[in-house]
């Protein structure tokens, strides 16, 4: 009998002893357990750090960008000279706010490049015990259309957390497109020695259908009379009407656009113009360019001039250059008005001309 | 008994066994465990909400709410596709931050619910040193919660924002330009004359053409060498005015004694506005008609001109390269009988150092010339050289003598063309009335002129940036000989300079140029008497311009009487001024940077205030919007919390 009390209490002394052994294991693994959620959750912040630099460095590339145009803008009409390679110096602006390799500051880029961009992030981060490193190995720029600019940036980013040591590394590419909408034109300003000023402003333009793959300008003139034979000046003028069909003498003008679809016609046309003759204003410059047709609605007076696409004019990138010509087929331009600008500038008997054309070769 | 110490065994063992096991039980913190869980679910809550936060567009808040917040404030249609990070940094910047709340409470709590009810949260936008409260639930920041168990964050990027800056803003620069409404020019009569013996008359005949509207002022100088005898038979005549010379206020008189015979010299001014006024626009004549006295003709003298500011809507014509004629007055000289008389003119001829002369030519037709026996009835100099002189020449003598040569030698200079006419200095042997023939308003062809035509790069009359104005330095003083006047050119760039010397009486004049501690130089010497122009041209080397005391010299060796050199007599110089300030500091609105732009131009051209009247200088500013500012990058950061 006593046998069978030790057997019982012995027994009872290892069950409760296991039940107790179960239970302390149990409490290690929650300690672990709460470490391992701290260390997610930074890891977390850290990662969404990454996450967040990666979406706003494409914000910070479109703010450098448009201010890069405008900083080297101004420090092209302020010193009366061109850069010699647009796109690195647009690069060099957009990182460092720099100018010639760094020679010389560009004051309106103080406190907006990436590099300062990327300095205060630092800071933010610093306050939360975060420390970044973003590295730009490669940027790009160049002409997107004729009146934008690709910026095109490889990014590494890294993000570390200093008290749990962990890391996050991203590889980036973005790509900004930059408006040069509204910024004044530098190839104008400079090559006219100051006396004449205008801003990259789009005409507005309509478009057909049929073309004759021409470009070509002239003061619009507006009919429907069908006999064209006494029409003075018919070389300066584009002839705009509902039809040519049933008309006469149409040949002569310097283009034709008309409303409906009318067979190929001499003079360079565009067809099918919806509305033409109640849009174009008349005795206005416009500008046929294969299917588009450009209004500039100047007349005789003088006018705010607005830019038009012509193929082999000077891009962006080119007026920044000083050049008068260009390597695709972005170029833009616009009419200046002659008397407008000082007597010994002035050439010609045409009130107005293509502005680079006339300035290119003024001072031959 | 064995069997109840067993049982109590038992039953202690059995007691201290529970006992250990109740205090193991007890020590388990279950909050802890369950806290820690609620910690981890809180986070993933927050992050979760912050990314759809991220994810989403203005479009995507509530509707009316979204409407309200673009009629109210400064977000746009344009807008409703930026994210609502964008958003609220995009309200923060423009201080609307109640709206930015409500778009908060509008995802975050109802109707978006994205926090769960039983949680606490704030959103803020955080910079380096300033944290700003958009929303919170419980109305303050959680720092400053009392009793706040768990907190956790979640935080996005947003650049481009400040609190209480517009993003976007408006920059402008500004330069000056010439009012070019109003136009002044100075028309000069050279010295010239005729007429000897007394009883004779000189008529000298200016034409000139204006195209004005409208004639602000005209101011004649007349000085001139006439006979005492016969002072009030003198004339002047502008467009139809009769005879003003009545109205002439003489300033200067002095008196010429020579062999017995006296003559006047006499400097005077008078108002001619309304004369030209009363037709502004075309030809003008002014005629001078001077009576000679014993033994001496009468002539005009350095300084007489006309100078006249003028409105005009004149339409410019093309100038390429220069090609000009300078006409001559047409000069009379009228006698009767077989008294002396004869016709003599001078003009200077100046040609910038950088031209290349490509045609420098005289057309000289003289009429009623007479044909002296062993005189030399028609002679032309340059400077001193003389290049034409015609025995016998005919009674109209009419001929282009080719001055190319002379004038290309001689550039950066003032070079005299004197011509005389059955005269030559102060002998005079004509016995019909000579005269110098020129009409150009009717007859330009016919008329005694020079034609210089030169190369001349335009590049070289601007500079970028710059605008060349004006100054002129009236000598002021007394009359005297020799006059000296002193310039302190302010360190200005001069790229031209003329000097306008009047005198009472003019033989041999000599003018040197001293600049401030250099030596003194000799920019012109009358080759012969009466052969100094109205203007002289001074290359802007001679002065050192970054220096005071400039010293201008004018002497006369006149043999008898003073030849005071006038205080009217004028220094007229060319400066290029900066014209222009480049873009400047980002404003919210147009007006603001062209007002920014037009006040740092005035700031620069009042350096130059004591030669520019600014008035009269149109400041025009050309203005950029849509400029951005690298403001931030800043945290928008929700924090979520269970007290």
Redesign the interface.
């Known amino acids: 009998m006593?046998k069978k009390?030790f057997v019982y209490?012995m027994f009872?002394?290892v069950a409760?002893s296991s039940?107790?052994l179960v239970?302390a294991l149990n409490?290690d693994k929650?300690s672990t357990?709460?470490t391992k959620?701290i260390e997610?959750?930074r890891a977390?912040?850290v990662h969404?750090?990454v996450e967040?630099?990666e979406?706003?460095i494409k914000?910070?590339g479109?703010?450098?960008g448009?201010?890069a145009l405008?900083a080297l803008i101004?420090w092209e009409?302020?010193?009366?000279e061109f850069v010699n390679v647009a796109n690195e110096s647009v690069k060099e602006a957009i990182i460092n706010g720099t100018i010639n390799n760094g020679n010389e500051n560009l004051t309106?880029m103080e406190?907006?490049?990436i590099s300062?961009?990327m300095q205060?992030?630092e800071?933010?981060a610093k306050?939360?015990g975060l420390k970044t490193t973003i590295l730009i190995p490669n940027t790009t720029v160049s002409m997107e259309s004729p009146y934008t600019l690709r910026v095109s940036t490889n990014a590494h980013i890294q993000a570390q957390d200093e008290i749990i040591e962990v890391s996050y590394k991203r590889n980036t590419t973005y790509s900004n497109i930059v408006s040069v909408?509204?910024?004044?034109d530098p190839f104008i300003t400079?090559k006219s020695?100051?006396?004449a000023?205008q801003?990259f402003i789009e005409c507005e333009k309509i478009t057909g259908i049929a073309n004759s793959g021409d470009w070509v300008y002239g003061f619009a003139y507006i009919t429907d009379e069908n006999n064209l034979l006494n029409v003075t000046d018919k070389a300066d003028k584009v002839l705009i009407t509902g039809t040519v069909a049933g008309k006469s003498n149409f040949n002569g003008f310097a283009g034709i656009v008309t409303e409906q679809n009318d067979a190929p016609t001499a003079p360079p046309y565009v067809f099918n113009v919806t509305n033409a003759k109640n849009i174009i204003l008349n005795n206005s410059i416009m500008v046929i360019d294969n299917e588009t047709v450009w209004l500039t609605n100047i007349t005789t007076q003088p006018n705010a001039s607005c830019y038009f696409n012509k193929r082999d004019a000077p891009s962006f990138l080119s007026r920044l250059e000083g050049k008068n010509n260009t390597d695709n087929d972005l170029g833009i331009a616009a009419f200046i008005h002659v008397?407008s600008l000082?007597?010994?500038?002035?050439?010609?008997?045409d009130t107005y001309v293509i502005g680079y054309e006339y300035f290119e070769g003024?001072?031959d | 008994m064995m069997k109840g110490f067993?049982f109590t065994m038992?039953a202690l063992?059995?007691i201290t066994?529970l006992s250990?096991?109740f205090g193991?039980?007890l020590s388990?913190d279950t909050n802890?465990?369950s806290g820690?869980s609620n910690?981890?679910q809180m986070?993933y809550v927050t992050?979760d909400a912050?990314?759809i936060f991220?994810k989403l567009k203005f479009s995507d808040i509530n509707e009316t709410l979204m409407n309200s917040i673009i009629s109210n404030t400064n977000l746009t249609t344009d807008d409703t596709s930026k994210s609502l990070p964008?958003i609220i940094g995009l309200l923060w910047a423009y201080n609307e931050t109640s709206y930015a709340a409500d778009i908060v409470s509008d995802v975050f709590s109802d109707p978006g619910q994205l926090i769960p009810k039983n949680y606490d949260y704030a959103l803020s936008v955080?910079?380096?040193d300033n944290k700003t409260l958009i929303y919170s639930t419980t109305g303050i920041d959680p720092k400053n919660e009392p009793e706040l168990d768990y907190l956790?964050s979640?935080?996005?990027?947003?650049?481009?924002y400040q609190e209480n800056t517009a993003p976007f803003g408006f920059?402008s620069?500004a330069?000056a330009?010439k009012v070019s409404k109003n136009a002044s020019k100075v028309f000069e009569f050279n010295p010239e004359g005729g007429s000897y013996d007394p009883g004779g008359c000189a008529y000298i005949n200016k034409k000139f053409y204006l195209n004005a509207t409208e004639i602000y002022n005209a101011t004649m100088h007349i000085s001139v060498h006439r006979g005492t005898s016969a002072i009030n038979s003198n004339s002047l005549v502008v467009d139809a005015s009769g005879d003003i010379i009545g109205d002439v206020n003489w300033l200067y008189t002095q008196q010429k004694f020579e062999a017995g015979k006296a003559t006047n010299m006499d400097f005077g001014v008078v108002d001619i506005t309304d004369y030209l006024n009363a037709s502004p626009g075309g030809w003008h004549e002014i005629e001078i008609m001077l009576k000679s006295q014993d033994d001496f003709n009468t002539h005009i003298h350095p300084g007489t001109k006309v100078e006249v500011i003028y409105g005009t809507e004149e339409?410019?014509?093309?100038?390429?390269n220069y090609a000009k004629r300078k006409y001559f007055d047409n000069v009379l000289s009228d006698q009767s009988g077989t008294k002396k008389r004869g016709a003599w003119a001078i003009m200077p001829i100046n040609v910038p150092k950088a031209a290349t002369v490509k045609n420098a030519t005289l057309h000289l037709r003289a009429l009623n010339v007479f044909d002296a026996a062993g005189k030399e009835d028609i002679q032309i100099y340059f400077n001193n050289n003389s290049i034409l002189n015609v025995t016998a020449p005919g009674a109209t003598y009419d001929a282009y003598i080719n001055l190319t040569d002379y004038v290309a030698a001689n550039k950066n200079t003032t070079n005299v063309l004197s011509v005389y006419v059955n005269s030559f200095e102060n002998d005079f042997w004509g016995e019909t009335d000579a005269e110098i023939y020129s009409d150009p308003e009717n007859d330009e062809n016919s008329s005694s002129y020079v034609y210089i035509e030169y190369d001349w790069?335009?590049?070289n009359?601007?500079?970028?940036?710059y605008i060349e104005v004006t100054a002129i330095e009236h000598f002021d003083g007394i009359d005297e000989n020799p006059k000296k006047f002193v310039e302190d050119f302010d360190n200005h760039e001069i790229t031209s300079a003329y000097l306008h010397v009047a005198q009472i009486d003019s033989e041999n004049v000599t003018v040197t140029v001293e600049p401030y501690d250099q030596t003194k130089e000799t920019v012109f010497i009358s080759q012969r008497v009466r052969a100094l122009p109205s203007t002289l041209y001074i290359d802007p080397t001679y002065f050192n311009t970054t220096r005071e005391n400039n010293t201008i010299n004018v002497s006369d060796i006149c043999l008898s009487l003073k030849c005071s050199v006038l205080p009217q007599s004028s220094l007229e110089y060319n400066i290029f001024i900066p014209?222009?300030v480049?873009?400047g500091a980002m404003f919210d609105t147009e007006a603001e940077a062209n007002q920014d732009a037009q006040d740092r131009l005035n700031d620069t051209l009042s350096a130059y205030a004591d030669i520019l009247d600014l008035g009269i200088y149109l400041k025009k500013p050309?203005t950029?919007?849509?400029?951005?500012?690298?403001y931030?990058?800043?945290?928008i950061t929700l924090e979520v919390w269970k007290s």
């Not at chain 2, 009359?461 to 940036?465: I, R």
């Open positions: 006593m009390g209490t009872t002394i409760v039940i107790f239970l409490m929650t357990h709460t959620i997610k959750i977390d912040e969404y750090l967040g630099i979406k706003d914000r910070s479109e703010i450098s448009r201010r405008l101004n009409i302020s010193n009366g309106l406190n907006n490049t300062d961009w205060t992030l800071t933010l306050k939360r909408d509204n910024l004044e400079v020695y100051g006396y000023k801003n008397p000082p007597v010994e500038m002035q050439s010609g008997s003024l001072f | 067993f038992d063992v059995a066994l250990v096991a193991v039980v388990i802890t465990i820690k910690y981890e986070h992050e912050m990314q991220g964008d955080e910079e380096t956790t979640a935080s996005r990027i947003v650049s481009g920059v620069r330069w330009s339409e410019r014509t093309f100038t390429g790069s335009l590049e009359k601007f500079q970028y940036g014209s222009q480049g873009y050309i950029t919007g849509n400029i951005p500012w690298m931030g990058p800043a945290f």
